[in-house]
């Protein structure tokens, strides 16, 4: 942790405290610290392979070939990651009593492991824990599809109806989830304070929601390794790690809260 960001942090900690509605917004770099790469930093997932555009996924036989041949093998880079420092640090807000929501882009359910209460975090992107029909609606543990794949099953059909099945997450041209990205608008709208934390905001209609935030009366904080087009929007800004930043905030917020008894 460096002293530059002593200031901006007991900034953060101050607008923390006098507020309620809290919504932290998540993106990949709040898990790189679980081992996890994210999307578009060097070395990132977009950086080796190239997006599967969801029509071409229900079309071609070939991509859904090399779609589950990337899951197959990417599997144990999700299924045995365990939540970091700043995973833990957004339960302590909620424990707080100081959290709205989780709005997440994550697909990786590390905000649920470390104990943040399910029906407070919206998976803007849906999940990579369940494998769904995608014309019966079925739906499986993805545990047990990876075992499907294992036996040398290369393209999954549904074992009820014969139909495609995907990953319960959005592709790039497929519809986002509607309650999720209305809940995500509704709770952008009322937020008092909004803390994007490891996001690059490059991706819509996700990125829009700290502008919405903004737009609303809420104090934008962001949290972020690299600059995002949105940092001249922030009340506080700090250029760091999401797990020691996090981790620091809630400390602080803590320290000024027990004093406020
Ligand atoms: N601490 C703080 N910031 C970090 C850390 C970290 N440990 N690691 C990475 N970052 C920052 C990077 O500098 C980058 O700006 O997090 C940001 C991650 O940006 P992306 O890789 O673009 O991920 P994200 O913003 O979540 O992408 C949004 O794009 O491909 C789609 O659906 C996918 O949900 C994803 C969406």
């Known amino acids: 942790m460096t002293s530059q960001m002593e200031i901006p942090i007991n900034q953060a900690a101050d607008i923390i405290v006098s507020a309620r509605k809290v ?8 898990s790189t610290e679980s081992g996890i790469p994210d999307f578009r930093s060097p070395g990132g997932i977009w950086t080796k392979y190239q997006p599967i555009l969801f029509q071409d996924f229900m079309s071609s036989e070939e991509m859904r070939r090399e779609s589950w041949r990337r899951g197959k093998e990417t599997y144990h880079l999700f299924a045995d990651v365990e939540p970091n420092p700043a995973h833990r640090a957004v339960v302590e807000l909620e424990r707080l009593g100081k959290l709205d929501c989780v709005i997440t882009q994550n697909i990786d359910n590390l905000h649920q492991k470390a104990g943040s209460s399910p029906d407070l ?5 849906g999940t990579a824990m369940y494998v769904l029909c995608m014309e019966c609606g079925k739906r499986w543990p993805r545990a047990e599809i990876q075992k499907w794949l294992e036996e040398g099953v290369e393209i999954p059909y549904c074992d009820e109806c014969g139909g495609i099945m995907k990953s319960a ?3 790039f041209g497929q519809a986002m989830p509607e309650k999720e990205t209305m809940e ?17 905001l490059v991706v819509y209609p996700a990125a829009h929601m700290p502008m919405v935030a903004k737009q609303s009366g809420a104090k934008l904080i962001i949290i972020n390794l690299a600059e ?34």
């Not at 250029?239 to 996090?246: I, L, T």
């Open 23 to 30: 919504v932290v917004f998540t993106g990949a770099g709040v």
């Open 184 to 200: 995500a608008q509704l709770r952008s709208q009322r937020a008092e304070v909004f803390i994007v934390v490891g996001s690059s």
């Open 121 to 125: 975090v919206i998976e803007l992107h």
């Open 169 to 171: 997450t959005v592709s």
């Open 228 to 261: 995002t087009s949105f940092d001249m929007y922030a009340d506080v800004l700090i250029r760091g790690k999401a797990g020691d930043v996090m981790q620091r905030l809630v400390e602080r917020v803590k320290t000024k809260v027990g004093t406020k008894r």
